[in-house]
């Protein structure tokens, strides 16, 4: 839909001893028990605290887009099957402003608003694809792994958790399990919450539906049909115009929380109800 103006072998045995190591049919990855999550891991930053916290994510196969067939939007159809065939660390929350204010701190970048809300442990909001980008790029530069946004099909992916429903709880919206414009929250279409003020989804990942949009690493498209099937981002040799992001937000109806929803826009926006979180490559340092 177009939107309205507003990273090592040690650690991947440990991963893949706790979490399937591939799937078969499509939608089959096992929804995983609290019991059977591998522990977080959190980088050290070369110029002193930590980056965000990441959960190893397991490779397998999935199938994204309109599962339930009632979507009018054509930017996700059609349901396509996506195989990850590498398992990546993903943010288990949204990005928040300490975290990109002590990016900004580094680099002498200015600090984006926090349209009164406060900062601290809210997601980072009022923040660019190129802002989003530059943030990967210094914690790759901190930690000597590789930091990148997540591509629209991990995000996917990582949002379903094993899932095939409209969210990932279920096809019902349930009452306040997520922030959105009717999703009976105390945030509902007033302003962004906390990071981890829901129930993490079975992949133990916070705010996969609604609180922020978030910024993904594809060049929009207006189907799947010439999507990568390995779940790499989408490029246009031609150049973007604009870009994906995921995941509705608390200024947003319900509808825009279902796993499937995708929006775009140019690299330069950026809103109140947008932000993002960082996926790292799982592979020996640099």
Request: proline fraction near 8%.
């Amino acid at each position: 839909m177009k939107r309205m103006p507003l990273s090592t072998a040690l650690l991947l045995t440990s991963f893949c001893s706790s979490v399937p190591s591939s799937v078969e049919p499509p939608g089959d990855v096992a929804p995983r028990s609290p019991s059977r999550l591998p522990e977080p891991l959190r980088d050290s930053l070369a110029g002193g605290g930590l980056a965000p916290e990441l959960m190893a994510l397991p490779a397998g196969r999935f199938m994204r887009g309109d599962l339930q067939g009632t979507s009018t939007d054509m930017d996700e159809k059609p349901p396509t099957n996506v195989t990850l065939s590498r398992a990546v660390a993903i943010g288990v929350y949204e990005v928040t402003f300490d975290e990109f204010d002590a990016f900004c701190d580094a680099t002498g970048r200015a600090k984006p608003d926090d349209s009164g809300w406060g900062r601290g442990r809210r997601p980072v909001v009022n923040v660019t694809w190129n802002d989003a980008v530059a943030y990967t790029r210094w914690l790759s530069e901190q930690t000597g792994r590789v930091y990148r946004l997540p591509t629209d099909a991990e995000w996917e992916y990582a949002a379903r958790a094993g899932t095939d429903t409209r969210f990932w709880w279920g096809d019902d919206l349930g009452v306040d399990l997520a922030n959105c414009a009717g999703c009976g929250s105390a945030w509902d279409g007033y302003e962004t919450a906390p990071v981890g003020s829901f129930q993490p989804n079975p992949f133990g990942l916070y705010d996969t539906a609604g609180n922020v949009f978030e910024w993904v690493a594809d060049c929009f498209a207006e189907t799947f049909a010439k999507a990568p099937a390995d779940g790499s981002a989408h490029e246009n040799p031609a150049g973007c115009g604009q870009w994906v992001y995921r995941g509705g937000s608390w200024s947003f109806p319900p509808r825009e929380v279902r796993s499937a929803n995708r929006w775009r826009d140019f690299p330069t926006g950026s809103s109140d109800d947008m932000g993002f979180r960082v996926v790292r490559e799982l592979e020996p340092k640099r």
